[in-house]
C-alpha cells in the first residue's frame, strides 16, 4: 500500500486530491508541522527537505507534491495528456511552473502577510506582486482553455488547485475576482467528490492547533537562529 506523509496545507492536499481522483490504495501518515514532525530523524531520511508531503510506493520514495504527481499519473497511466511530444512539452512547462513560480511565490505572499515577527512592507510588496503576477497568467492560459493543458483534466489542474484554494487568505478576501477563469476552474475541482475527500482527509488526524514559541521553532528557525 502507499504510504503518504501529509498534513492539511496545499503541496500534500494536491497529492490528495490525485489519489482520492484514481481510488490508489494509500495509508495517510500525518506530517504535524507544528509538532515538528518533518525534522525527525527518519522522516528527513525520506525527505532531506523536511516539508511535507512525501510519497512511499514499496522501495520507492518520493518526495516534493508535484514530483510525486509526475510519479503517480505515470504510474497509472492518469490525468496526463495526449502522449505526443507537444503535449508532454506542455506538461513538463505548466508543472515546473507551478512548481518553481506558483507554488513557491504564493507561500512566500502568504508568509509575508501573516506570519512576519514585525510588517515588512517590501516583502510584502514584492511577494504580492509576484503571487498575482503568476495567478494572472493561469487565469489567461484558463481563459484560452478550460483546462490547463487543453481540453483534459489533468495533474496540472491539481497542482494549481493546491495553492489556488489559498488566494483569499493569500491576497485577500476578494481577489479571486481578479481570476474568473481560474474561479471558474477551482469551483469545477471543489465540486468534485474527490476533492471533497482530500479536503476531509485531514480530519483522519489530531493536528496541533497552538501556533506557540515551539510551533514557530519548527517552521520559522531563521526567526531564532544567528543573524546573517
Ligand atoms: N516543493 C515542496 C514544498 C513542500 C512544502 O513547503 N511543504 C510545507 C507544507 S505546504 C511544509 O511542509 N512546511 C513545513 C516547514 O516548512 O517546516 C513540495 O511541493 O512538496
Redesign the pocket.
Known sequence: MLKFYY?A?????KVALFLEETGLDYEPIA?D?RRGD??QPAYLALNP?????TLVDGDVTV??????LLYLAEKTGQFLPEDTGQARGQLLSWLMFV?TGV??FS?QAVHFRHFTPEPVSYGQQRYSFEARRHWKIVDERLAAHPYMLGDTYTIVDMAVWGWGTRIPFMLGDDAMSDYPCLNRLMQEIEARPAAQRAMALKDKHTWKTDFDDAAKR???PQIYGPAS
Open positions: 498534513n496545507a496545499p503541496n500534500p492536499l506530517i508541522t518533518q525534522h527537505n523536511g516539508k511535507a508531503p518526495f516534493d507534491s508535484n514530483a510525486i512548481a507554488g513557491p507561500g519548527h517552521l520559522y
